[in-house]
């Protein structure tokens, strides 16, 4: 097995890791290449090239992403914010002791990480934070919205700092994730995102989140940072996947990706923020792929129908009904249709009779949901039937 800190000493170099003596006392083992800017608080520097690749993909996208998404709160200049803190729960006595900074800087991610190497250094940490932190800036975070923030407006206060940047742009991309892949994932974590969407397989020195806060409190107790390696690639890499998911979804949400999954589940992301013509352009886009094509048509009914355009509502689910065995749902709306809206009763007697084939064919399930709802469609029928030959 290799050395742990391998990961960080390619990244930054061979120098051996500094010990540092001084208000803090001894400190040994910290990640090389990094310097001490207060008391207490030590700054490590790396950088991503935009042209290399990060898992499957690269980061060629990120410099126009922030235009493709300020409808979700993205703003220029982006910075990329992961804390690593003693405690997943938040309340006043969890604080941040690592924070990623990920910042833009022409062809490159530049990722500075800061480290809190002692409590009693806190407010010092924090001043060094909000002078990395670009003034103006649009936060990219992953939950950020609803833990990394409020951590930091808390210890702001509590050191009695004011706010941290309140009012600033902010993207939590964990919000996006969910709406594009909630259905096709186990979860939307962030690691779950980065294997199964972005390709990216992290190393053995990795360390999993719910270690971190132990490893951080053995470090308080032996001042030896070597185990905190991990922590450190943990943290830069989060700070990488955010700044890679962004460029991934900005591509999304452009319509530069091809698969009719992501162009569907796009349209919804549009449709939410009632950009209707961008949703339906992608919900269109997104009946060329088979795999998406049912959705895409019961999607671009529902649309027709909030704006009672009947015919195209109607034509839309015919469509669906053809493609594949039609639900119950769509059944039912077509009886609606066609018998409330358009008048065409023995279409809709067509149609209620074959959601009664549909029900009938689940006897074997029975039960009293069954039984109601093979009610309702024969309750159905017969109304029908009454229209019919009142007609004649």
Known sequence: MSDPLSKLRRMMGDSPPPVHRGSTGIVANLPPGGEWIAPGVYLVESVQPLAEPFGTFDLSALPCASGRLSPWGAAEPPCFLDLETTGLAGGTGTYAFLAGIGTLEEAEVRVRQLFLATPSREAEWLDALDQIVPRGAGFVTYNGRRFDLPLLQTRTILARRGSFRPDSPHLDLLWIARS?????????RLGEVERSILGVQREFEDVPGWQIPSLYADFLRTRDAAPLAGVFLHNRLDILSLAALKAHVGRIVAGEINRGQERLLAGDLWAAKGAWNQAETFWQSAMEDPESRGEALLRLAARAKGEKQWDAAVALWEQSRS????SLTVLEELAKAYEHRLHRLDDAIARADEGL??????RAWGGPSWSRERQEWIHRIERLKKKIEAKK
Do not use: F, I, K, M
């Open 180 to 188: 594009l892949w909630r259905c096709s994932l186990p979860s939307c």
């Open 357 to 362: 084939g549909q029900v009938e064919s689940r």
């Open 323 to 326: 493609a594949c065995r039609p």
